[in-house]
């Protein structure tokens, strides 16, 4: 089995190096991986990591019965139009075999969103979306290559007339 880079993300290992800067936002990290690699350097010894983690639930709106029957009938007319598509690929004809199909999946979608609505006893609701959001970002680099990777990030600092990214230990 061929040994795994380090830094490669699949290894299903914590990240490991030196912390060479660290960054407010995404995109000032990526601007400096990008800075390196435009200097040639080894980016593959370069990891960028999100710390302060924290879970953002953004509420988009608000759960009630029409909705959730609009969007349970949405969701099984979708499903039912693959089943039409499939019956009519297997010599049915086009509007016989869809129609029917996208009716059927339309209301099965519905009886079985608006059930599992009732059946949550008015838990959640509202919709929403979740996502993980860091509050910086640190750039790692693999011991043997993190004092060049300062180097130069510190170059990238003074030809934009800014500070010098922080540096960790």
């Known amino acids: 089995m061929p040994?795994?880079?380090?830094?490669?993300?699949?290894?299903?290992?914590?990240?490991?190096?030196?912390?060479?800067?660290?960054?407010?936002?995404?995109?000032?990290?990526?601007?400096?991986?990008?800075?390196?690699?435009?200097?040639?350097?080894q980016v593959s010894a370069v990891t960028i990591v999100g710390t302060d983690l924290k879970m953002v639930e953004r509420i988009t709106g608000r759960r009630t019965y029409p909705n959730v029957a609009l969007r349970g009938a949405a969701s099984g007319a979708y499903f039912g139009f693959f089943i039409g598509i499939l019956l009519y690929l297997f010599g049915g004809d086009l509007v016989t075999a869809l129609l029917p199909a996208l009716l059927l999946g339309a209301g099965a979608g519905m009886l079985f969103a608006v059930i599992a609505y009732a059946m949550s006893g008015g838990k959640r609701d509202f919709t929403s979306t979740s996502q993980v959001v860091a509050g910086s970002f640190a750039i790692l680099c693999l011991a043997e290559k993190a004092s060049a990777a300062r180097e130069l990030l510190g170059t990238l600092a003074q030809e934009r007339g800014a500070e010098p990214p922080s540096f960790g230990s």
Not at 12 to 30: C, F, H, K, N, V
């Open 3 to 41: 040994a795994m880079n380090p830094t490669d993300p699949r290894a299903g290992m914590q990240p490991r190096g030196e912390e060479i800067a660290t960054y407010d936002s995404y995109l000032e990290a990526q601007r400096a991986v990008d800075f390196l690699a435009d200097r040639e350097f």
